[in-house]
């Protein structure tokens, strides 16, 4: 026996014949035992919305993504939905007059967001439109709430939340994703579609939002960032707290939550995991502002290989259990899978 057989018998031996590599050899074995798969049917496409027409401005802190106007945003709604990604969540950054301690342009049924609903599910039907009713866009202070003496009050910001998301079912929105945080208000806004008879409009719960540092380019995209006064961490969860966590997600699902949502998403994928094996309800992780820029601009000094980081982060929320994505990066993950 040569020294290369002897060597094989060895490894046979510890390995007692189990060799993991036979099953990746090849590409089509690997394909075959693939536990996970990335569809553009996990991609939620998040959009910016600006006043006026034939605007598509770029937002430095986030290469590649653009502010439009409602007429803009309605042709890529129709690029989106040829791509076959789902749905659009929609997040506008309306004029600084309109702005005020009590986010009162929320409740107005042609606001931005309404008149965004409205032209996109006229023009293009067939894609989802999902929209958020936390007041930070349009409040002079930045915080998603009612700011009070310092304090941003609970049950008066759940009020304005629940009359905000039954003007926005009126205007077509098909789920409601309500990301301030506010105690009780899945219930609230439950009760108030029902009430006004949108008991098909869903609610996706911003189960899990964690009070975190990737949020910065978001806030620059909507204009908060200069506004903000203090932090949100008095409403929004503590990084370090993953029970307390699930503890609020099963709260939003005794209220009557559809689905529910990790935020940000790849700093907190064992929450996501958690969350489909505690409740097994929908789960989708949004992928914030962050997590895109950072990628992006790792790409851009070309220290990371763009579109394999991509996908590769992408398919790790599917391995974490997530139902789906809201990512920034939808159009060109739905275009690269087009392509495989």
Partial sequence: ???????????????GHRRMRRIRKTDWQRRMVRENQLSVDDLIWP?????????????PAMPGVERMSVDRLVEAARMAADLGIPALATFPNIE????????????????LINQATRAVKKAV??????????????????HDGILRDGIIVNDETVEHVVKAAIAQAEAGS??????????????????????????????????????????????????TGGLLKGDKATY?????????????????????????MVKPGLPYLDICWRLKEAFSLPVFAYQVSGEYSMLKVAAERGLIDGDRVMM??????KRAGCDGILTYFAVDAAKKLAKA
């Fill in 47 to 59: 959009v910016f919305v600006v006043p006026g027409t034939n605007i598509s401005e770029p937002i």
């Fill in 236 to 260: 929004y969860v503590d990084p370090a707290n993953g029970t307390e966590a699930l503890r609020d997600a099963a709260l939003d699902v005794e209220e009557g939550a559809d689905m529910l």
């Fill in 125 to 142: 039907p067939e894609i989802g439109m999902i929209t958020d009713v936390a007041l930070d866009p349009f409040t002079s202070h930045g």
């Fill in 312 to 317: 590769e982060t992408l398919l790790a929320f």
């Fill in 96 to 111: 600084m007059e309109k702005r005020d301690q009590t986010g009162s342009e929320i409740l107005n049924p042609d606001n």
């Fill in 1 to 15: 026996m040569n020294s290369n057989e002897d060597k094989t018998h060895i490894v046979d031996r510890i390995t």
């Fill in 174 to 223: 098909d789920i409601i994703a309500p990301s301030e945080m506010m105690d009780g208000r899945i219930g609230a806004i439950r009760q108030g579609l029902d009430a006004h008879g949108f008991q098909d409009v869903g609610i996706m719960s911003y189960a899990t939002k964690f009070s975190s540092g990737y949020y910065g380019p978001y806030r620059e995209a909507i204009s």
